[in-house]
């Protein structure tokens, strides 16, 4: 078992910045690829970013490319979100994920409760 915990989530003008964190405990962090999904209200749950366990791979969905970067610190079993030049479509309940491979993290992964982002125009 993984248990993740989101962090740094609130209320922010369009154009600023927040850094969302997910902490996690339980079985070897470094072990798992890690991920952002985000859920607007009454849309479903979409794949905003990833990272490899070793930082070496890092994917962004196009809607986030550019404004948006991933980090993760292992000896601190922390993986970052850093969101910049947000929009108000940036709304969303942001949750953390971790899974075995970068490229099925959308694949039943372990999940954090999530945390809300809300972006005012």
């Known amino acids: 078992q993984v248990q993740l915990v989101e962090s740094g989530g609130g209320l922010v003008q369009a154009g600023g910045s927040l850094r969302l964190s997910c902490a996690a405990s339980?079985?070897?962090?470094?072990?798992?690829?890690m991920g952002w999904f985000r859920q607007a209200p009454g849309k479903e749950r979409l794949f905003v970013a990833a990272?490899?366990?070793?930082?070496?791979?890092?994917e962004f969905a196009d809607a986030v490319k550019g404004r948006f970067t991933i980090s993760r610190d292992n000896a601190k079993n922390t993986m970052y979100l850093q969101m910049n030049s947000l929009k108000p479509e940036d709304t969303a309940v942001y949750y953390c994920?971790?899974?075995?491979?970068?490229?099925?993290?959308?694949?039943?992964?372990?999940w954090g409760q999530g945390t809300q982002v809300t972006v005012s125009s």
């Open positions: 990272i490899s366990w070793d930082s070496g791979r890092t």
């Open positions: 339980g079985r070897t962090f470094n072990n798992y690829a």
């Open positions: 994920a971790a899974g075995p491979h970068i490229s099925t993290l959308n694949i039943n992964p372990y």
